[in-house]
């Protein structure tokens, strides 16, 4: 158990690195400990039932290691499971805490990037299934078309690497040219996976010109910022040793190397055992 406290950030493997590098890139002082779940990932195809059971396990676990406010940096875990866990969980077993995810806060202003209330929503399965997107955005901006596409192989694609190659060209372009063939007037898209990002340079390549793409790392980072000035009985309980620390279900050595490219910085992980 940690003396101080921390914010926990959770995915199920790599992708919620490229939004904890902009949390901490914008509040360098909190001290903050990953979990990613590699050894279970990736949950995009997984049923309602298997994701929460898994995302409750990583933040019940986050929670013991001294995390009262954890963030779901998986838009398939914030898809699935945030919604039971912060209703059916957080009041009875742990009332002082908060979970957090990735889908309101970017709801919240994607409709500031269009230009023709027409966006295009990418995806795995599990987000895209879920219809989450359509739902919370339509509160926020009723006027805005949402469509969507899932991308079931580009996790599988970063994860191992493969993104940066040639071979992964075919499968860039076959999803976006499925997502704008179901509308001429799409002319932002929303990253609406957190491993995504990496795929912006083979992205704008085959994109049209003044197209948006918006990734969620800044997103979510400022919507944070913005909960703890708001929540200053929470902030107050956080500790600002500026420590990063980073566990994994999966084997460590793997991780901290393919985490470096994710988090941009060397990482040394310590493993998780369920």
């Known amino acids: 158990m940690n003396v101080t406290k921390s914010i926990g950030i959770f995915d199920s493997g790599y992708g919620g690195l490229t939004v904890f590098k902009s949390i901490a890139e914008r509040l360098p002082d ?3 400990i990953y979990m990613g779940d590699n050894a279970r990932s990736p949950y995009g195809d997984h049923s309602f039932e298997t994701v929460y059971q898994y995302t409750l ?3 019940e676990w986050l929670f013991a290691q001294g995390c009262p406010l954890v963030i779901l940096a998986c838009n398939t875990a914030s898809a699935k499971a945030l919604r039971t866990i912060q ?3 957080l009041p009875f077993k742990y009332p002082d805490h908060r979970v957090l995810g990735v889908i309101r806060p970017t709801a919240e202003v994607i409709g500031n990037y269009t230009e023709t209330n027409t966006i295009g929503v990418m995806g795995t399965r ?3 299934n879920s219809e989450s997107y359509p739902i919370e955005i339509s509160h926020f901006f009723p006027e805005l078309e949402v469509f969507q596409q899932s991308c079931p192989l580009w996790v599988p694609l970063i994860e191992n690497n493969e993104h940066i190659n040639p071979g992964a060209d075919y499968f860039v372009q076959k999803y976006v040219d499925a997502l704008l063939t179901k509308s001429a007037a799409i002319d932002t ?3 609406a996976c957190t491993h995504y990002p990496l795929l912006v ?3 704008s390549k085959v994109l049209p010109e003044g197209f948006k793409l918006v990734a969620q790392g800044d997103i979510v980072a400022s919507s944070l910022a913005d909960y703890l000035d708001r929540h200053p009985e929470m902030e107050s309980r956080l500790g600002k040793e500026n420590r990063k620390q980073f566990f994994t279900s999966g084997d460590e050595q793997v991780f901290n190397q393919n985490a470096s490219i994710f988090f941009d910085a060397h990482v040394v992980s310590a493993r998780v055992r369920w």
Do not use: A, F, R, S
């Open 126 to 128: 599990g987000t895209v």
């Open 201 to 203: 340079p083979k992205l």
């Open 189 to 191: 898209i929303l990253l």
């Open 30 to 32: 909190y001290n903050y």
């Open 87 to 89: 209703q059916k969980v």
């Open 57 to 59: 396990e990583c933040v």
